[in-house]
């Protein structure tokens, strides 16, 4: 009995790793597609445009308006893409419930809620957050995009660095990579080794830890809104499906953090007595 728990724990890791990466992979093909769009629809993919549209025109269609046709196709599949990643993100969160409703009856409850939010914690890291797009109405050419960008944590952190903003990429790096994966890394240890004699020191800096738990949550709140700004010119921003993946962090985060605290608290008071 207890070999098929691990062989069905094992197969759902392995399933809930599966539908992350091909998540994160459609989502890097969406994000592809939706550069190449914007590409298209600046100031000279659009001039473009109009003289294929002008062309075929005159020609009664014998010139077909390839222009248009390229931007019909990366359009159909920008969506197929989208919709993927989304639902590989919804079979990712239909198997996590399906694994932490059957850790109920494991042993390993609590390890398996820490291990789930770490793999969360990796995908929400390495996903786009969302995306940014600055367009602007001109007569004649109509709506115009500026500007598109990705924008994930990880890669926000670099372009922060890169452009000598350290405060704000420092706070991110700090609040939503080193303490985060410092707190699951720290759980999983305690879990391991909580029967030792120095788990109470564990339990002193998973506390202490504990204290920042929701600065994570403000500080990416802080960068949507650092992102989203703009002063000049209309800016579009969409939520992208990294951003789901680091609530489901947060959210596990918080429950193992509680069970782990009373585990932890309970067994070094078994100890001493």
């Avoid at 969360?120 to 004649?140: A, C, Q, R, W």
């Amino acid at each position: 009995m207890k070999v098929l728990k691990i062989v069905i724990v094992t197969f759902l890791f392995l399933l809930l790793g599966y539908f992350g990466i091909q998540s994160f992979q459609y989502a890097k093909k969406y994000e592809k597609s939706t550069s190449t769009i914007a590409k298209l629809c600046d100031i000279d993919g659009l001039a473009q445009s109009k003289l294929d549209k002008l062309k075929s025109t005159i020609s009664f269609g014998f010139i077909e308006n390839k222009t248009k046709m390229k931007l019909d196709k990366l359009k159909k599949e920008q969506s197929k893409y989208n919709k993927l990643s989304k639902y590989n993100l919804y079979y990712f969160i239909a198997t996590l419930i399906t694994l932490l409703l059957f850790s109920i009856i494991c042993s390993q409850m609590t390890t398996i809620f820490a291990i789930s939010s770490l793999i969360s914690l990796i995908f929400g890291l390495v996903n786009p957050v969302l995306m940014v797009t600055i367009h602007k109405d001109i007569e004649y050419l109509g709506d115009i995009i500026l500007s598109f960008e990705s924008k994930g944590i990880l890669g926000s952190i670099i372009k922060l660095f890169e452009n000598s903003e350290y405060a704000v990429g420092g706070a991110i790096l700090l609040f939503s990579v080193v303490i985060p994966l410092s707190k699951i890394l720290i759980i999983i240890f305690a879990l391991i080794f909580r029967n030792f004699t120095f788990s109470y020191k564990i339990i002193n800096i998973f506390k202490h830890l504990g204290k920042w738990s929701m600065l994570d949550v403000f500080v990416v709140a802080i960068l949507l809104v650092y992102l989203t700004s703009n002063n000049s010119d209309v800016s579009h921003a969409q939520i992208q499906i990294g951003l789901y993946y680091f609530l489901i962090y947060v959210i596990l985060s918080m429950i193992t953090t509680i069970k782990v605290d009373y585990i932890l608290t309970n067994s070094t008071l078994s100890s001493n007595r």
